[in-house]
């Protein structure tokens, strides 16, 4: 391995020379011999499309914008996960046009007790749906760059996962928690593993299968999760299905930053558990056979599948579409002035006999999150501007994003932190269930 490793490293070193005094057509030519070597050798020869592309760069940015040096980067020490069970080559699999040989397969019985759901970010999404998953003995690895997210994390599982078991009458999966890369590809439960009801920092198990799906649950932004799916697709099981949870943002239009876009969907949930409800749609290219597999799988864990028609793309699915609508006019009415946030949500339970009217439900959202799919509606459907919808957004953002007033996560936001608790006392004296609110989020 190590002398392999040495003449990949001459011969990237050798590449970048040749290329960046290249012209396209040889430099097109020499990225079909990488290619080839690649696949011949049984090892990725050129993962970082930056290598091939962008010779001089010695650093690449981290998801989240900090530049660090590519010795530090998550991803750069990949090649030390085994061989047994890491993935087939990159370019093995993209290059060729026989799909025959790469249908999807769904995951074994004993492959989903043995092999974790990988959750990608542990915030305010991911580890509810974390819990849910881990709530029918199903073991679970979250994994995010911010211890804080992975503390407060392991605090809400470890508070509400067994109550929630209880409920359903299930059992708790192993759920543990890391912010190293390779452990969470290279974990899993292995025979005699304690089953609890507490997330536990994970340890790395050169016998574990890796994922059979990943989940991202990142901040809203294309940018952002096109910059992570895509560098760890190629490091998951060729068989694992590729989810995005993200509220308004196609996996259409992440799909071609993806050489496999085949496995990748929308599995967009709300707020679990106290919402079931997935919605679940195509990249355009996923295969056919994942849908009903995974709506199978939803239902076995208490959710609710429901997916769009196939050759159909929604921009914010189905719900979203009317909830983006009725979050437009509320920030419209605030921004003008017509009504308090208080007054808004008791019209709305009024009429609807609903538990949380839209100030409240955007405050357990986050209105940084609300601020992000609302520009990115925005940006995808200009008549939205024409419509004034840019007003209000920014008044959201000026009043409460800027000041760090985000809901829940943060204490204050369109209801002060003191209000949300007068309302929660409200809530659960009309009975609506105390677990699922967003204790730990
Ligand atoms: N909040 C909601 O109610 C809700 C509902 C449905 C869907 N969503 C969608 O879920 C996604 C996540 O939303 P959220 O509210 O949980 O956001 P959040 O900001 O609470 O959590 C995002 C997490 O991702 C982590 N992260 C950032 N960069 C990372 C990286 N490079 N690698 C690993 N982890 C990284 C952050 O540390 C953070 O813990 C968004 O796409 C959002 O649209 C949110």
New binding site residues.
């Given amino acids: 391995m190590t002398s392999l490793s040495i003449h990949i490293s001459t011969t990237n070193t050798l590449l970048r020379s040749v290329m960046a005094n290249s012209s396209p057509a040889v430099a097109s030519k020499l990225v079909r011999v990488a290619r080839n070597l690649s696949t011949s050798r049984g090892v990725e020869l050129s993962k970082h499309r930056a290598l091939l592309c962008a010779p001089r760069a010695r650093t690449r940015p ?3 914008g900090t530049l660090i040096p590519r010795s530090r980067y998550p991803f750069a020490n990949y090649r030390h996960l085994s061989t047994d069970s890491a993935p087939p080559p990159f370019f093995a699999t993209s290059a060729s046009n026989d799909t025959s040989a790469q249908r999807w397969r769904p995951p074994t019985e004993e492959d989903l007790n043995e092999r974790p759901v990988l959750i ?7 580890r509810r749906i974390a819990l849910v998953w881990a709530s029918a003995s199903r073991p679970v690895t979250l ?4 211890h804080d ?1 992975l503390k407060a994390a392991t605090e809400y599982i470890t508070d509400n996962l067994a109550e929630y078991c209880t409920r359903r009458g299930t059992h708790p999966g192993h759920v543990c928690t890391t912010t190293d890369l390779r452990v969470a590809l290279t974990t899993g439960r292995l025979e005699g593993t304690k089953v609890e009801n507490e997330a536990h920092e994970c340890e790395l198990h050169s016998g574990a299968k890796g994922p059979w799906m990943a989940i991202e ?4 932004s294309l940018e ?1 999760k096109v910059d ?1 799916l895509s560098h760890i697709e190629h490091l998951l099981p060729r068989n694992c299905i590729l989810a995005s ?4 943002l196609q996996t259409a239009e992440m799909a071609p930053s993806l050489h496999h876009p085949e496995r990748l969907l929308n599995t ?4 679990p558990p106290r919402n079931r409800m997935v919605e679940l749609m195509s990249s355009s290219h996923t295969y056919e056979e994942i849908f009903p597999f995974l709506a199978v799988q939803m239902k076995r864990v208490g959710l609710t599948p429901m997916i769009v028609p196939a050759g159909i793309q929604s921009q914010g699915f189905i719900f979203n579409r009317i909830w983006a609508a009725c979050k437009r006019e509320t920030l419209a009415v605030l921004a003008e002035g017509v009504a308090k946030p208080g007054d808004i949500d008791a019209l709305f339970r009024d009429f609807f006999h609903a538990e949380k009217g839209p100030c409240e439900r955007m405050d ?3 209105l940084d ?1 609300i601020a992000k ?1 609302e520009q990115h509606y925005i940006e995808q459907r200009p008549n939205l501007r024409e419509l004034g919808a840019q007003k209000p957004l920014d008044w959201l953002k000026r009043e409460y994003v800027e000041k760090g007033n985000l809901g829940e ?1 943060t204490g204050d936001g369109l209801f002060t932190a003191e209000e949300r608790a007068a309302l929660n006392v409200r809530h659960k004296e009309e009975h609506y269930q105390a677990v699922e609110e967003t204790t730990g989020a």
């Fill in positions: 981290l998801c989240h990608i970010g542990a915030g305010n999404l991911g994994y995010d760059v911010s997210a649950c990142l901040p809203e952002l992570v949870n993200s509220s308004s967009h949930y709300f707020i357990d959202v986050g999150t799919v996560k």
